[in-house]
């Protein structure tokens, strides 16, 4: 592999999850590549095809957001349950 293809997930994430902000980083730029690209076609179809495209790679990114929305409310809870033994001591 390739070292821009390449990510190694560290298993060590706190809050958040390396692979997916990495995902996630990777998608946004996508989109901005893409969107470049539209702004540069005069070719109403291919326009069409590339806002298709667009569209479908947002809805990607919001999938990726509401995973990390999920990863780091489920640690926040685990960090709540860990505290609460901590405080009993």
């Not at 998608?27 to 095809?49: A, L, W």
């Amino acid at each position: 592999m390739t070292e821009n293809n390449c990510h190694n997930c560290d298993k060590i994430c706190k809050n958040t999850c390396a692979t997916l902000q990495e995902a996630l980083r990777k998608e946004t730029g996508t989109v901005r590549y893409y969107e470049g690209m539209m702004e540069q076609c005069s070719t109403p179809d291919i326009k069409e095809f590339l806002g298709d495209i667009i569209e479908a790679r947002r809805v990607e990114i919001m999938k990726i957001i509401q995973k990390l929305n999920e990863v780091q409310a489920r640690s926040q809870i685990v960090d709540g349950v860990i505290s609460s033994f901590d405080d009993g001591e």
